[in-house]
Nanobody
Framework: QVQLVESGGGLVQPGGSLRLSCAAS????????MGWYRQAPGKERELVAL???????TYGDSVKGRFTISRDNTKNTLYLQMNSLKPDDTAVYYC?????????WGQGTQVTVSS
């Protein structure tokens, strides 16, 4: 069974930074693309960022220029570097991988941006 486990969430002040990690139980080269999504209370889940196996990235409009997605195939880990965080970034962040048998989701990690 494929598993994705997120870590790195927490409480941060506006303007601060966090780095999320997503560790996979299998080689992440078998998942294309991989991405981060988020869901705030009362809102639908939305795309944050995607990265293809070739390193092509796509970002949601609200995070462009502030967030950076990356993948380390040797560590089977996906990352999300989040800078200049805003209160509107508060949400549960989910890792996702498009596997041959379907989409795989992590359990989510809470990010709270507040002073």
């Amino acid at each position: 069974q494929v598993q994705l486990v997120e870590s790195g969430g927490g409480l941060v002040q506006p303007g601060g930074s966090l780095r999320l990690s997503c560790a996979a139980s299998i080689s992440i080269t078998s998942m294309n693309p991989m991405g981060w999504y988020r869901q705030a209370p009362g809102k639908e889940r939305e795309l944050v960022a995607l990265i293809s196996i070739g390193g092509i990235t796509t970002y949601g409009d609200s995070v462009k220029g502030r967030f950076t997605i990356s993948r380390d195939n040797t560590k089977n880990t996906l990352y999300l570097q989040m800078n200049s965080l805003k209160p509107d970034d508060t949400a549960v962040y989910y890792c996702n991988g498009n596997y041959w048998s379907g989409h795989v989701w992590g359990q989510g990690t809470q990010v709270t941006v507040s002073s």
